[in-house]
């Protein structure tokens, strides 16, 4: 009785830091939603920028949309704690995507004032 109750007792506690991924998980789509959605906004804008500017930052913007929906469908169907760890690691892609097409606008935006 005794070693079952330890075996039970040993089993949660091993269980309790791998199933902590899937929490992380949502927190790391907000993120990169937010990024998403900053950039979108900013490129409502960007009437002034060549097209080709424009064309690379909609590529970047493009990019960060497949990673957050990948990302989420890691989480959504894991096979694992891989699964988890993946969604992560896309979702912060996703937001480094986004990250770098705000950059591209911003950096253009100050060559113009100039």
């Known amino acids: 009785m005794k070693l079952a109750a330890m075996m039970a007792t040993l089993s949660v506690a091993l269980l309790i830091p791998f199933s902590a991924y899937a929490f992380e998980c949502p927190k790391h789509f907000k993120a990169a939603q937010q990024a998403i959605d900053k950039v979108t906004q900013d490129m409502k804008g960007m009437e ?5 500017q424009v064309a690379l930052a909609h590529a970047l913007l493009d990019d960060a949309k497949t990673w957050l ?27 480094g995507s986004a990250l770098a097409a705000d950059l591209l606008h911003f950096r253009y935006m100050q060559m113009m004032k100039k």
Do not use: V
């Open 48 to 52: 002034m920028m060549p097209k080709e």
């Open 69 to 95: 929906k990948s990302a989420k469908h890691n989480h959504e169907k894991p096979q694992g704690l891989y699964d988890h760890a993946r969604a992560i690691a896309k979702a912060d892609a996703a937001r």
